[in-house]
C-alpha cells in the first residue's frame, strides 16, 4: 500500500514540549495549554514550524501523564478544551502545526473502562485489557498484575502496573489460554475502533496528528509486528482519506516497521534487536556508549573516541528501506533521556545541532536544549525516576522561577536549575554567540536551503570505523551540500576522492575547517571542536 506524505514535512522542525514546565500563565507553578500559546512568538522565533505536546489529557498523573483516565478531556492542570481549541487557532494562523501525545495502547486504572473491566460480572469493557482466566493465570511472555479488583483474573499491563494493556488482540493465541482475544474478536474491534474514534475527535478540533507512545505494543504475540502493522495501516488510510495533513509519528525506534506500517515518522534507536535500549540519546553523557549506545564512547565527546560507523552503518540501513515513504527523525533529547548539555561547550553542542538540521528526516528538538538545560539530579517526580531531571521548568529569563512562572517558589512542578541566571532565553537572545542564536541561524539555512531539507538526497563520503571526521552530502536539484563534523578535540586532515563534479566549495556556516579540490581528490583539513557545511560548484 503506497501512502502520499504531506508536503509540509518536507520543511518541517519539530520542537517538543513537555507541558508541565514550559511556560505557567495562572501561576500555580504547573506549565499549562495557555502558557504555550503565550510563547508561540518564541518557537516562530526559534524556527520551528510544528511542536509536539507531551499528554495534556485527564490523568492521576502517575507516569506524568501517560496514564490517562480519559482521552476526551483535558487535564484541570493544563485547561480546558476551549484553551487547547485556542492554541490550535492560534498556531496554525504562524503557520505552526500542533500534534498530541496519543498513548494508545494501555490506560490509566483510574479510566472508567478499566474499573469496570475489574468487575466480576461480564459486561460491555470486560474484554477491553487483557485478563487471564483465573488469578493464578499466567502469560510468560507478559507482564501482568496479581490480585487486582474484584475479578479472579490477572491483568496484562504495558509498562507501569497502573498501566493496563488495552485489548487489540493476539497474533497467535494460545489455545490453553482461552483469554488470549484473536484480533478480529469483537471486543478487540470495539477497542479499536474506539481509538479512531478518539483521534477523529480531536482532529475534529484542530490537532494536526498524533505522537503514538509505544506505537508497536498493541498487539500482543505480534514479534515481526504484522497485525500491529496492519492496524496502523487503517489508521493512516482513515487520515489520508479525511485529515489528509495531518501526520502519524510512532515512537517505535525502527523506521522501517513503523513505515511500512504507516507512519509518516519515526525516531532513530538501536533498533529491533535492542529495544531495552529504546529511549538511549544520540549523544548522551554516559558510560559505554557510541553516538546512539553501542559500547564505547559517543562520537560527539571532546576525547575523540567514538565510533561513527556503529550509527551510521543502522541509519543507512533504515534510511535505504524507508527513503521516499517516510522519515527517519533524529532528536536532541526528550523527556526521558538525559540532556545532552552534560559536560559539553557552546562549541560542543553547536556541534551537535549542525548533525541534527542538516541530516535527512524531520528534526525534532526538546525544550531547553537550544540554551543547553542542564540536567538536574532531583527526586522522583510523578513517576519519573532518572528522567525527572531533564523535565526541569524552562528557563525563560533571569526573573523569580526564571520567568516561568508567577506563582510561589515551592509550588513549582520542578525546582529551577541554579544556573538559570546565566542560561536563560531573555540573554541568550542578546548574545550573538550564544546557542541560541546559533540553532536559529542552522535552522534558518536547514529551510532556506532545498537540498538540506527532509527529501534532500543523502551520501554518507567518509564515515570509518574509530575515525574522525564524520563527512557526508546532500543534494536536491541542483544544489549540493558537503557537510563535515569533527567533534574530536585535535586536528584531523583526511583525503577523499572527488566524486563531486565540483571544484569550489563555499562556506555557509560552520568555522575551522578547510577544503581544496584537486581533480582527483579533495583535502579535508578539521581544527578541533569544528564543522562546516559547503556549498560546491564546478
Known amino acids: 500500500m503506497a501512502f502520499k506524505n504531506p508536503a509540509w514535512l518536507e520543511h518541517a522542525v519539530f520542537y517538543q514540549i513537555y507541558p508541565q514546565s514550559f511556560y505557567d500563565s495562572n501561576g500555580d507553578g504547573i506549565g499549562d495549554v495557555p502558557g504555550i500559546t503565550a510563547k508561540l512568538d518564541y518557537i516562530e522565533a526559534l524556527g520551528a514550524n510544528a511542536i ?34 485556542k492554541l490550535f487557532k492560534a498556531a496554525h494562523k504562524k503557520g505552526i502545526r500542533v500534534i498530541l501525545d496519543l498513548v494508545a495502547g494501555h490506560t490509566s486504572i483510574e479510566h472508567p473502562w478499566f474499573k469496570a473491566s475489574c468487575r466480576h460480572r461480564q459486561n460491555k469493557y ?19 498484575v496479581h490480585g487486582y479488583g474484584q475479578r479472579s483474573g490477572n491483568y496484562v499491563t504495558n509498562f507501569f502496573y497502573f498501566q493496563p494493556a488495552l485489548n487489540y488482540g493476539y497474533a497467535n493465541p494460545d489455545p490453553a489460554k482461552p483469554w488470549q482475544l484473536p484480533i478480529d474478536h ?3 474491534l470495539a477497542v479499536r475502533e474506539e481509538l479512531k474514534k478518539i483521534m477523529r475527535y480531536w482532529l475534529d478540533m484542530g490537532c494536526d496528528g498524533f505522537r503514538v507512545d509505544m506505537a508497536s505494543s498493541l498487539v500482543k504475540n505480534d514479534p515481526d509486528w504484522k497485525y500491529t502493522g496492519q492496524f496502523w495501516k487503517q489508521v493512516r488510510s482513515m487520515l489520508d482519506k479525511d485529515y489528509p495533513e495531518a501526520i502519524l509519528i510512532a515512537e517505535w525506534f525502527y523506521p522501517q516497521a513503523a513505515i511500512d506500517a504507516g507512519f509518516h515518522i519515526d525516531f532513530m534507536a538501536n533498533g529491533k ?19 546512539y549506545n553501542g559500547g564505547g564512547n559517543s562520537f560527539f565527546d571532546k576525547n575523540g573516541q567514538g565510533d561513527i560507523s556503529v550509527f551510521m552503518n543502522r541509519y543507512i540501513e533504515h534510511y535505504q528501506a524507508t527513503r521516499g515513504r517516510g522519515y527517519i527523525s533524529l532528536y536532541s533529547g526528550n523527556h526521558d533521556i538525559t540532556r545532552i548539555s552534560i559536560g559539553r561547550t557552546t562549541d560542543e553542542l553547536e556541534l551537535i545541532f549542525a548533525f541534527l538540521l542538516t541530516m535527512p528526516g524531520v528534526p525534532f528538538i526538546y525544550y531547553g536544549d537550544e540554551i543547553a538545560m542542564k540536567y538536574k539530579r532531583l527526586e522522583s517526580k510523578e ?5 525527572t531531571g531533564s523535565r526541569t521548568p524552562m528557563q525563560w529569563s533571569k526573573e523569580n522561577n526564571a520567568g516561568f512562572s508567577q506563582g510561589r517558589t515551592q509550588d513549582l512542578y520542578l525546582p529551577v536549575e541554579k544556573s538559570a541566571n546565566n542560561t536563560n532565553i531573555a540573554a541568550q537572545l542578546s548574545n550573538c554567540y550564544s546557542l541560541l542564536n546559533r540553532v536559529r541561524k542552522l535552522i534558518d539555512l536547514r529551510k532556506a536551503q532545498i537540498a538540506l531539507g527532509a527529501d534532500g538526497k543523502f551520501e554518507c ?6 575515525a574522525y571526521p564524520l563527512v557526508y552530502c546532500r543534494a536536491k536539484n541542483s544544489s549540493t551540500y558537503l557537510i563535515v563534523i569533527n567533534p574530536a578535540g585535535r586536528d584531523e586532515e583526511i583525503r577523499i576522492t572527488n566524486s563531486f563534479d565540483a571544484a569550489f566549495a563555499n562556506m555557509v556556516a560552520g568555522r575551522g575547517v578547510m577544503v581544496d579540490f584537486t581533480k582527483r581528490q579533495v583535502l579535508i583539513t578539521a581544527s578541533p571542536v569544528s564543522y562546516a557545511i559547503f556549498k560546491l560548484s564546478k
Request: hydrophobic share 30%; with cysteine.
Open 461 to 466: 563520503v567518509y564515515c570509518k570505523k574509530g
Open 126 to 144: 470486560s474484554n477491553w485489557y487483557i485478563w487471564s482466566d483465573w488469578w493464578t493465570g499466567f502469560d510468560e511472555k507478559s507482564r501482568m
Open 52 to 85: 509536539w505536546i507531551n499528554p495534556c489529557f485527564e490523568s492521576p498523573f502517575a507516569d506524568a501523564g501517560y496514564d490517562i483516565s480519559n482521552f476526551y478531556k483535558v487535564a484541570s492542570r493544563y485547561g480546558t478544551i476551549s484553551d487547547l481549541k
Open 186 to 188: 469483537p471486543d478487540v
Open 383 to 387: 513517576g519519573g525516576y532518572h528522567r
Open 273 to 291: 534487536d535492542n529495544q531495552a535500549k529504546a529511549y538511549s540519546s544520540l549523544f548522551r553523557m554516559e558510560k559505554n556508549r557510541t553516538l
